[in-house]
């Protein structure tokens, strides 16, 4: 399982940058799935580990998959929007238009304290933390 956890941690290290860059909304959505992987593995897991220094770190995949979703959320309606916008008639457009400058005021929001939020974990060491704990092969586990 150290193993196993330790994979799903790289998944979401390797999701994060993209997600941090915006440019694309996929790399949220990216790092969400792949929180969601880590938590269902350390759900499994827990009791095979010290709580000491497990439980923290299982709580920050908690908070990852939590604090990525509310940019994810209005990623999504965004893209709806947009798309609705596209086809709906004429009179309903200004509308559509009012709500969508709302939901981008709220996802600016929302990606300020995501970026803060990842900042802070690469502040406090959790990338180092979590290869330490859970490595990435079977021979560095047991050394």
């Known amino acids: 399982m150290r193993t196993l956890i330790g994979a799903r941690w790289e998944e979401v290290w390797k999701a994060v940058p993209r997600a ?11 790092v969400r799935v792949a929180s969601r992987r880590l938590r269902a593995a350390m759900d499994v897991a827990a009791p095979a580990f010290p709580a000491s220094w497990y439980k923290p770190l299982h709580k920050v995949a908690k908070e990852i998959t939590s604090e990525l979703g509310e940019v994810r959320d209005r990623d999504v309606m965004l893209e709806h929007l947009t798309a609705e916008r596209d086809s ?52 560095s586990a047991r050394e």
């Open 20 to 30: 941090a860059e915006g440019a694309d909304i996929e790399g949220v959505h990216d």
């Open 88 to 139: 709906a008639p004429p009179n309903e457009r200004p509308g559509i238009d009012r709500l969508i400058a709302r939901i981008d005021r709220e996802r600016i929001v929302a990606r300020a304290e995501m970026e803060r939020f990842l900042q802070e974990l690469a502040d406090r060491g959790l990338r180092e933390e979590t290869r330490r704990r859970f490595p990435a092969n079977e021979t």
